[in-house]
């Protein structure tokens, strides 16, 4: 029986393309962790084959039914899975994700996009406000006390 008090077990989530590939990158990172991916296109489920994965519906900020089913869908697999943090590299479930981790108590990370080179993205400046840790994967965007760089992550 494995120690309850001790577990960590990690929600991973990410858009598709980009954002989920740059999650997958991550995928070392957590070897020997128990961990849940989510993402937006159900197809992606044999990226991760053997680990649990969780697909939620495609949202933008200009979809707000959408946004409100996925804010839903996402409340939904946190409080089943019951991670013991949240990582997302982006963008919109990642930002939904965080945003309700942090209102249940759970430890977030957030991991800007290596894409975005001249600023953080519009969800990492959204994400700035309530995640634990925010990465940058450039020097010149850290923030001190908001967003830190530790070189490159992905």
């Known amino acids: 029986m494995k120690d309850k008090v001790n577990r960590v077990k990690i929600l ?8 989920w590939i740059q999650l997958l990158r991550l995928r070392p ?8 991916y989510v993402t937006t ?7 991760v ?4 994965f969780r697909a939620v519906t495609e949202a933008t900020r200009k979809s707000k039914l959408r946004l409100i089913w996925l804010c839903f869908q996402l409340l ?8 013991t943090s949240i990582v997302s590299t982006g963008a919109a479930p990642g ?3 965080i945003r309700i981790g942090k209102l249940l108590g759970i430890r977030t990370l957030w991991i ?17 406000k309530y995640a634990d840790v925010v990465l940058t994967q450039w020097s010149h965007l850290q923030v ?8 490159s992550v992905i």
Do not use: C
Not at 12 to 19: C, D, F, K, L
Not at 29 to 36: P, R
Not at 76 to 83: A, G, K, L, N, S
Not at 112 to 127: C, F, R
């Open 49 to 52: 084959e053997g680990a649990p």
């Open 144 to 151: 001190p006390g908001h967003v830190d760089y530790q070189g």
């Open 95 to 97: 930002y939904l994700a």
């Open 112 to 128: 800007d996009s290596i894409a975005n080179a001249e600023e953080l993205s519009l969800s990492g400046k959204m994400a700035m």
């Open 41 to 47: 296109d159900p197809e992606y489920k044999t990226m």
């Open 29 to 36: 990172a957590f070897a020997g962790i128990d961990i849940v």
């Open 76 to 83: 939904w697999i946190i409080v089943r899975e019951r991670p």
């Open 12 to 19: 991973a989530v990410a858009s598709r393309g980009g954002h």
